[in-house]
């Protein structure tokens, strides 16, 4: 995964309270809060790895699937230029810019849990723009017993 977390501590749940880390040997991002958003679980990629990184404006997120208890997971990707950007002189004019954003059902009928990859495709980055990844516990439209969700990492290519 590329990226970094702004000195965010993301593990004593100091930018996102109602997230929690997963312990050994089981890492990842969990929330069972309805609308809870995490924008520093996505991290904050510079504009020196977008211009590194993002060759073909595809985004895979990393999440866990089981049979029980989850939720539904929704990802969007923005592009942000200064001041949230560091490093960069870079204004985007109306703020930040979404790239692409999809609605990840964790929930499924698979008797196992697994860790699965879901594609996305984004616009590109305008030049010399950050990429504020935003990860959001959504409400399910039919009733479940639980929502969680467990965000484990992404790639760009």
């Known amino acids: 995964m590329v990226g970094h977390w702004q000195g ?34 996505g991290a904050l990629l510079s504009s020196t790895e977008v211009a590194m990184h993002m060759k073909f404006n595809e985004f895979h ?25 560091p490093g960069t002189a870079t204004v985007l004019p109306g703020g930040p810019q979404l790239l692409g954003n999809a609605t990840i059902d964790c929930l499924w009928h698979e008797r ?28 399910s439209p039919t009733p479940r017993q639980e929502n969680k969700i467990k965000f484990l990492g992404f790639s760009l290519y």
């Open 8 to 41: 965010l501590d993301c593990a004593a749940g100091k930018c996102c309270p109602e997230w929690q880390s997963g312990e050994h040997p089981k890492p990842g991002y969990i929330s069972t809060t309805v609308n809870s958003t995490c924008a520093c679980l």
């Open 61 to 85: 997120v990393l999440a866990l699937k089981s049979y029980q208890h989850m939720g539904i997971m929704g990802v969007s990707v923005y592009a942000v230029g200064a001041p949230e950007c």
């Open 112 to 139: 196992m849990s697994t860790a699965e990859d879901e594609y996305m495709r984004l616009v590109p980055a305008p030049a010399g723009a950050c990429i504020r990844v935003n990860i959001t516990v959504l409400p």
